[in-house]
């Protein structure tokens, strides 16, 4: 289908259903809001209590309830962590009132924690859909910052591989099958520091939602799942600013308002030089050079009652130069930028459209140099885009939603060799894709969602559809069966190196090289078995066709045609998540088990018959992990003073164990020894178990009267259990030893951070 004909089919549709006119009924909309600082609220429940209906703001803060009979009503709305507000609303024939609504954070009085109803998780407990708040990502006990992408890795079905990587690993799936959107925008490389941390800065985000899988057709292009963060708009009541000082990054934030708007800055940067100075006296391979940075920005301003604009920005970059051996040095740049801006558009009470512009740039230069000899890659992406998104409520029952997004992405691989050119792939492809989906509420236990997406890459011309469906079933008020089922596509393919992520590598789809997919199906039960406590339990099974990577057996790329470069796998992964919380009192936290399984099958690998590579056999992966448990905990001794504690569980890695060694003298090419190396099947032996304790204590004070004050005291791996990261084999022992690289020891920490 061209692509006129599906925007054709996109306005019809759209200009069809707005036609319906609206009957003699009434409605309410508007925006939820933080009465301290004016930033919207996500996801925020509001419903009308005498008829029991009601709605979720979406991710612009906007609700509207429509046909409503005329008549009076009390409008409540709530959200996590907020006081819950309740309003008397009288409604005339054809009236569309517009009420926004501010809600009051709870306060640090012990007799008022948190308190929540069962309809605030509500939103959350979708399928396979999670939200990490950002209060939690700033009191959790980190190493280096408070991290978006480890508190994430808490949640059941995402797992981490190990303490220096901060990449999500979604239900069997590899980092690169995670679409990961900042303000509505791709970031291609989200991590810092070798990939120890992520590059979104707990300070300037607002809001983080996760779709581990099933997710619904207004999103595309991973075959895994979506993480999308948003960062904030800034404070619309006064001028607020935050400074917090650690022993090795420290980070700054303003924001404020402006004349109908706001804004907000926020920067970050690495504090290591002083203490890798010291190292540097004592300690072979300390880097000669580190730092990294990142900056966000946004502005805001309502043009109209009904419209309002938005630009937000992001750069982040890293530079390393590490010293090995006498005559070898590695030198590595690496970072991201982004840009979106957005028109948010109230239509009328039953439509609501946000458009978006969206740039994106990656960049990675790793240079190495050998006894003399350079070695230079150059891997680059600039994606810029427009996105238009739709939501029409044509009756109570129904809420249809549809959108575009196109673009143009350019990807670039460079290699030379001793300053000669050895390889050069430049793709440049546009793309599109658009969706339209139904959420049908045909009574109050029943609720289904479908939509289809339509995926078109001209680079090899490739097009695709993704069918998408959901339903759900509650019984009562406590309890929630659902189901979920989905295609996806991915036309981009992450090479990754666990040990630096400035050596990953992006490539592409083209002739040749079909994009990979994947069905996915999910079954839930959710419920909530005491007042304050939620209980979740999820299972999944997901298949991973036309996997593409570099062919490792491909040793001299040049001369050879793109597709040529590449061999094709499948995979498979399954499991179980089960996902205990207790939002309420003085003692908060969550339980989360998996249990999960993930393969992969690859060309070559534990082929039964050697000369057969092709007849290959499943292996898993090494971020596979049977079992898997995290434990978070957070107490509130008064007013002051609180506690927290994370404890992790997992199955050891998989790896490959080395049999042994051959060697060969005298061989007609060489005078020189040269060894064969035999090994075992692909990863099919584990490393130890993984567990650790980490703890954190935090007071909270003030700053000479000036402002708000907390210190923060940590003690990550608490009783120093010393994980094994791999093993390195020293061959020219006989017999050969076998040494542990471990992961990190115990290790304390202190910051401290000033609000002004």
Known sequence: MKHSSFLFIFIFVFGA??????????????????????ETLIMANIALLEINRGTSSNTSGYYTITNIEPGTYTLAASYIGYRRHETEITLEPGQNLRLNIEL????????????????????????????????LIKELPSVI????????????????????????????GSPDQTLILLDETTVYNPSHFFGFFSTFNPDAVKDVRLYKGGYPAEYGGRIGSVLSVFNKDGNRMENRGTVSLGLLASRASVEGPLNRGSWMLAVR???????????RRSIDGVPDRFYFYDINGKLNFDATENDRLSLAFYAGNDLVS???????????????????????????????GFFTFTGSRYFNRPEF?????????????????????????????????????????????????????????????????????????????WIFTGGVRFNSFSEGNYTRFDPRLSAEYRPTEALRFQAAYGRYHQYLSLITNEAFSGFDIWLTSDEGVPPAYGDQF???????????????????????????ELDP???????????????????????????????????????????????????????????????????????????????????????????????????????????????????PWDNASRNVFVVGNVNASRLPSYHRLDLSLSRQGSFFDMGDAEWQLQLINVYSRRNVWFYNYDFDENPVKREDVNLLPIIPSISYTVNF
């Open 322 to 352: 590490i010293p090995f051996q006498e005559d070898a040095n590695i030198r590595l740049r690496y970072g991201n930028q982004t840009v979106s801006g957005q028109w948010r558009r109230i239509f009328s009470d039953r439509l609501f």
């Open 369 to 445: 140099e050998i006894a003399g000899t350079p070695f230079e890659r150059d891997n680059d992406i600039h994606d810029f885009s427009f996105k238009g998104d739709l939501e029409f409520l044509p009756n109570e029952h129904h809420t249809i939603s549809a959108g575009i997004w196109g673009g143009n992405i350019t990807l670039r691989y460079r290699d030379w060799f001793d300053n000669q050119q050895t390889f050069n792939s430049r793709i440049r492809s546009q793309y599109l894709s658009a969706y339209v989906q139904n959420r049908w509420q045909p009574t109050d236990r």
């Open 522 to 548: 999910v079954l839930g039960a959710k419920t909530i078995p005491f007042s304050g406590y939620g209980f979740d339990i999820e299972l999944y099974y997901r298949t991973m066709r036309d996997l593409f």
């Open 269 to 279: 940067r690495s504090t290591l030089e002083p203490v890798l100075s010291v190292l």
């Open 145 to 172: 910052e408070p991290d978006v992408f480890r508190s994430v890795q808490l949640l059941p079905g995402v797992k981490a591989a190990s303490d220096f990587s901060s990449g999500l690993y979604v239900r069997g």
């Open 553 to 667: 057996f491909v040793t001299d790329p040049a001369g050879l045609d793109y597709h040529e470069l590449f061999r094709f796998g499948e995979g498979y992964a399954y499991g179980v998540e089960l996902f205990l919380e207790k939002q309420t009192g003085s003692l908060t936290g969550f339980v989360g088990y998996t249990y999960g399984i993930t393969r992969r099958k690859f060309p070559g690998f534990n082929a039964p018959i050697l000369d057969d590579p092709t007849n290959a056999r499943f292996y898993p992966p090494k971020y596979d992990r049977t079992h898997d448990v995290n434990v978070v905990t957070s107490y509130r001794l008064n007013n002051r003073w609180s506690a927290n504690a994370v404890f992790n569980y997992a199955t050891g890695q998989a790896y490959t164990r080395p049999l042994g060694r051959t060697q060969f003298s005298n061989v």
């Open 17 to 38: 259903l707005f036609a319906i006119n609206a009957q003699e009924t009434a409605s309410v909309n508007g925006y939820i809001t933080d009465s301290r600082t004016g």
């Open 104 to 135: 009051l954070p709870e306060g640090a009085q012990l007799d008022a924690i948190v308190v929540t109803s069962d309809a605030d998780r509500e939103e959350m407990r979708d399928i396979g859909r999670a939200q990490v708040t950002t209060q």
